[in-house]
């Protein structure tokens, strides 16, 4: 099956700092989803970006899928953006494949 | 706008007890509906799937199964609990099968 790898694991950042976070997959996909993950739990829909460029107020992500990866920016990061990001992919009607996440801590 | 609602937040049940949590989503008809759980690893792992009343996709085997009766409900039950149940139960919808995830709050599971 596919493989996920995002990078890096852990992110630690002082609030209004950038970030980039990469999730790197093993074979051509359909879809791919960024996930938010807060400190309670939720789970946050950010992108479904299967290609291209996706901007949505601090955060855009960019999905090259030729070269099988994607990238998450987040810019002037506040203590809220804190928790596990997700990249999940899937091919063509199998289950989505999530990534094991980055955990980001941003301080004030 | 839609919602998806799950219950219950937490739960600790004994080892042998049943299990049933329920997931209602609002505002939307005949949902893909999912059934993931978390382990303390962090990933996810996706357990059941359906794309319509009665029609459950096991993922994997294990001791749950799951149910859906109504269009926009969607249960996961145990006749027994085993300690390995433990963990982060989340639901999830779409419009269209493994497009755009939605997920509910999630149910804490502590099998003890």
């Known amino acids: 099956g596919i493989q996920v790898e995002q990078s890096p694991p852990d992110l630690i950042l002082q609030e209004g700092a950038n970030s980039t976070l990469r999730c790197n997959f093993s074979d051509s996909v359909n879809n791919l989803q960024w996930f938010h993950q807060n400190p309670w739990g939720q789970l946050i829909n950010l992108f479904y970006i299967p290609s291209g460029t996706k901007q949505n107020g601090r955060l855009s992500a960019t999905t090259v899928a030729t070269e099988r990866y994607s990238l998450l920016y987040i810019s002037s990061s506040q203590t809220t953006d804190s928790g596990v990001y997700f990249c999940a992919v899937n091919q063509a009607g199998t289950a989505l494949i999530f990534g094991k996440g980055t955990t980001l801590s941003v301080s004030s | 706008s839609q919602t998806i609602h799950q219950w219950p937040a937490t739960l600790v049940q004994p080892v042998g007890s049943p299990l049933s949590l329920e997931c209602t989503v609002e505002g939307t008809s005949n949902p893909n509906l999912y059934w993931y759980r978390q382990a303390a690893g962090r990933g996810l792992q996706l357990l059941f799937y359906?794309?319509?009343?009665?029609?459950i996709s096991s993922e994997v085997p294990q001791n749950l199964s799951a149910s859906r009766p109504q269009d926009r409900q969607f249960i996961l039950s145990s006749k027994k609990l085993l300690l390995s149940d433990s963990g982060f139960y989340l639901c999830?919808?779409?419009?269209?099968?493994?497009?755009?995830?939605?997920f509910g709050s999630g149910t804490q599971l502590s099998v003890l």
């Open positions: 999830a919808w779409s419009i269209r099968f493994n497009e755009k995830l939605f």
């Open positions: 359906s794309v319509g009343i009665g029609q």
